[in-house]
């Protein structure tokens, strides 16, 4: 038999309404609190959470929406969202959009229908541009990517200048003929796009770039492609961990001796990265800190609605490996 409130305050030889003040964290003495708590624990009894956030506009819940949680890059910032969330007594709903902008619009939707406090979003670059913020009844702070319309807190790389440093660093080393492989879906891909341009522009180089669906499969197919054409680069920079890990897939199935006959460098500080011989030049994004701000930053926005909107734009660090060694 399914026990209810009212068994809960029968045991306790309370009201109801004190055991749903208990329940709500509302005002009671401590003595009150421990004999209802304790009434709970012999009941079994368990509160209807749906029930509780129909009649509360704080659910102490926030959504995290990635755009593919295989990402280690997601899964670091994820786990250091989680980690504040949880110091902060809130609950996180994540979900996976797999780069989709319908996934995303669908899981905007569950996040009204539960009542979020607020949402943390990697957003495709169609959904960036065209959000209504305001409509959604909740704050968003973006992560990693953000339209140029997008009316909301974020925490971001600074992509341009990444992006041109890993050019520099490669020129430096000798090479001339560097191709760029840049995501497809999100202003990220496009920001980096746009720093690997300006750098190659500046040495007075062509700047050689490919589009694609951010994921390991389609970079493989593209640089396999890509490597069999005249002209092909002598040095090949990949705009995210995916990109990088198929660009290498493709290299070694070709039998091409990295960097021997190809030089790669790209983004994320994957653990893989390092193993790989030779290890791959990267930028190393501060993962952590991301996940950390965003998650601070919604707790103030929380706290403080009409406060200024606020962007947070964080340096990665060039992590130089043998992947991009001065060529012979």
Known sequence: MTTSIKDVA???????????????NGPVSAALRAKVEAAVAQSGYRPNLSARRLRSQHTHTIGLIVSDIRNPFFTSVSRAVEDVAY???????????????????MY???????RVSGVIFAATRATADSLDVAGLGFPVVMIDRAGPSARCDAVLLDNRTAAAELVDHLIGRGYRRIGGLFGNTSSTGAERHAGFQEAMERAGLAAAARFVAPSAEAAQAAVAGWLREAGAPEALIASNGLLLLGAVKAVRAAGIAVPGELALAGFDNDSWTELADPGMTVIEQPVDEIGRAAMEMLLERL?????PLRKVVLAG??????????RN
């Open 87 to 105: 110091r902060s007594g809130m609950r996180v709903i994540l979900c996976n959009t797999d780069e989709n902008p319908d996934k995303e619009a």
């Open 317 to 326: 660090r060039l992590v130089a490996r043998g992947s991009s060694r001065t």
């Open 303 to 307: 706290q403080q609605p009409e406060r």
């Open 108 to 114: 905007l939707r569950l996040m009204q229908e539960e």
């Open 10 to 24: 029968l045991l306790a030889g309370v009201s109801v309404a004190t055991v749903s003040r208990v329940l709500g």
